[in-house]
């Protein structure tokens, strides 16, 4: 009776719908974030438009929040700890120009990780609306 079962319980795996996949899966979970992450910064860094940013930032704690953050983001387990994106960003001088050569050193980053377009439009439409917490006044932007 119990071999039955067992098998019987295996027959109604199939019918079940699977789970989705989070962001957080579709991209390879922490490690690939952790990856993402660090060249993210490598661009970030050498932009000359956004480095001024992050003189004196301790990165390594930075980058530790960025990944924390996305991972929450995009659906991964855990949660996110640090200061609202507004209040990690208020008072910096960050312009809608600012967030948009950000996005494209993510998006840079996100596909030199083999991450898939599609996968990369999910992830926008995540990123995109930080904008007005991030850079909150973009008519001073010029933008």
């Given at each position: 009776?119990l071999e039955?079962?067992?098998?019987?319980?295996?027959?109604?795996?199939?019918?079940?719908?699977?789970?989705?996949?989070?962001?957080?899966?579709k991209?390879?979970?922490y490690?690939?974030l952790?990856?993402?992450?660090e060249?993210?910064?490598?661009?970030?860094l050498?932009?000359?438009?956004?480095?001024?940013?992050?003189?004196?930032?301790?990165?390594?704690?930075l980058?530790?929040?960025?990944?924390?953050y996305?991972?929450?983001?995009?659906?991964?387990?855990?949660?996110?700890?640090?200061?609202?994106?507004?209040q990690?960003?208020?008072?910096?001088?960050?312009?809608?120009?600012?967030?948009n050569l950000?996005?494209?050193?993510?998006?840079?980053s996100?596909?030199?990780a083999?991450?898939?377009e599609a996968?990369?439009?999910?992830?926008?439409?995540?990123?995109a609306?930080?904008?007005d917490?991030?850079?909150?006044?973009?008519?001073?932007?010029?933008?």
């Amino acid at each position: 009776m119990l071999e039955w079962s067992a098998i019987r319980m295996g027959m109604l795996t199939r019918f079940r719908e699977p789970k989705a996949a989070t962001l957080y899966d579709k991209i390879g979970g922490y490690g690939a974030l952790e990856v993402i992450v660090e060249d993210f910064y490598c661009r970030v860094l050498d932009d000359d438009h956004l480095s001024n940013f992050f003189a004196g930032s301790d990165m390594k704690r930075l980058k530790d929040k960025q990944v924390e953050y996305l991972a929450a983001a995009f659906g991964g387990p855990g949660s996110y700890s640090g200061p609202s994106m507004r209040q990690a960003h208020e008072g910096r001088g960050i312009t809608r120009y600012h967030f948009n050569l950000v996005a494209g050193h993510l998006k840079d980053s996100l596909c030199a990780a083999g991450v898939p377009e599609a996968t990369i439009a999910e992830i926008f439409s995540v990123v995109a609306p930080l904008a007005d917490e991030i850079a909150p006044d973009h008519a001073r932007a010029g933008v």
